[in-house]
């Protein structure tokens, strides 16, 4: 009956088989990405049946990297790495790994730091916004971390293609990718504004706004523009609202002009769970 409705690794839910009698619960499709596995494990807690799961790093007790990045909200660059990764972890071959983020001091069995990786170990991981430069292995599995928190300000009734062109071009211009976006923050003016709510949505970005005395509190530096404040009341829309979704004070790009629209970014903490 579910044939029909399965697409991908990436995208498909999961599904959970049970008996009529609720003695076996079996976790059939998506039990990593999906959470079948979890999923599977917590209802047979409930109605006390036996979980069934098949997947070979569960059952090993291998560090799944799916898993790992699902739970973190990482993108992943490529499935067939990924596969490849338990595979090797499987046959008790050892995982380089490189992160921007900090790592903890002792890591999953089977993964070693890029440090102390030699030249044999040429399939790896790296964690990190900054993708290009960091093939860093022979064949590296990339995983995004959701960290970018957009500040966007744009003038009345500004087209969804002009947010759309000066939000891609500088998040090329500073080597970042769409997946490493978190959110979009504004401030309330714009709460309604078409273009904007149309950007977020193609892209399916969570939308916070900010009134004019929350992002007057924010502190860092700012860039400062009388006229913004004369219609706004803030001197600066993209860069408060970016660092108020951020709970930070440092902007990792400061504010870009073009056509109506202003961009800046700030970075939101993260800690990665193994």
Same mark, same amino acid.
């Given at each position: 009956m579910i044939a029909p409705f399965i697409k991908s690794k990436t995208t498909d839910p999961c599904v959970?088989?049970?008996?009529?009698?609720?003695?076996?619960?079996i976790s059939l499709l998506s039990g990593h990405i999906g959470g079948?596995?979890?999923?599977?494990?917590?209802?047979?807690?409930?109605i006390n049946g036996i979980p069934i799961i098949s997947t070979a790093t569960d059952l090993n007790d291998k560090f799944a990297v799916d898993v790992f990045a699902k739970k973190n909200e990482l993108s992943i660059s490529s499935m067939n790495l990924a596969k490849a990764i338990?595979? *090797?972890?499987?046959?008790?071959?050892? /995982?380089?790994?490189?992160s921007d983020l900090p790592l903890p001091q002792t890591l999953p069995n089977g993964l070693i730091p890029y440090e102390n990786c030699d030249d044999s170990t040429s399939l790896g991981i790296y964690i990190g916004l900054y993708p290009k430069g960091n093939t860093i292995f022979k064949d590296t599995l990339i995983?995004?971390?959701?960290?970018? &928190?957009?500040?966007?300000?744009? *003038? *009345?009734?500004?087209?969804?293609?002009?947010?759309?062109?000066?939000?891609?071009?500088?998040?090329?211009?500073?080597n970042l990718t769409l997946e490493s976006i978190y959110s979009v923050a504004s401030i309330d003016l714009k709460k309604d504004e078409a273009g904007l709510l149309a950007f977020c949505e193609k892209y399916k970005l969570p939308f916070t706004t900010y009134s004019a005395e929350e992002l007057l509190a924010v502190k860092g530096s700012? @860039? @400062?523009?009388?006229? &913004? *404040? @004369? /219609?706004?009341?803030?001197? @600066?829309?993209?860069?408060?609202?970016?660092?108020?979704?951020?709970?930070?004070?440092k902007l990792l790009i400061t504010k870009t002009a073009c056509q109506g629209v202003t961009v800046a970014a700030s970075l939101r903490s993260f800690t990665l769970i193994f």
């Open positions: 959970l088989c049970i008996d009529e009698k609720g003695q076996y619960i079948g596995n979890e999923f599977t494990l917590e209802t047979a807690s409930l338990s595979s *090797k972890l499987l046959q008790n071959i050892n /995982i380089g790994i490189k995983l995004t971390p959701k960290q970018v &928190v957009l500040g966007i300000g744009c *003038k *009345k009734n500004t087209p969804l293609e002009n947010i759309e062109t000066l939000v891609l071009d500088t998040l090329e211009k500073n700012i @860039s @400062s523009s009388f006229f &913004v *404040k @004369s /219609i706004t009341g803030v001197d @600066s829309v993209c860069e408060r609202a970016a660092l108020a979704k951020a709970n930070s004070e």
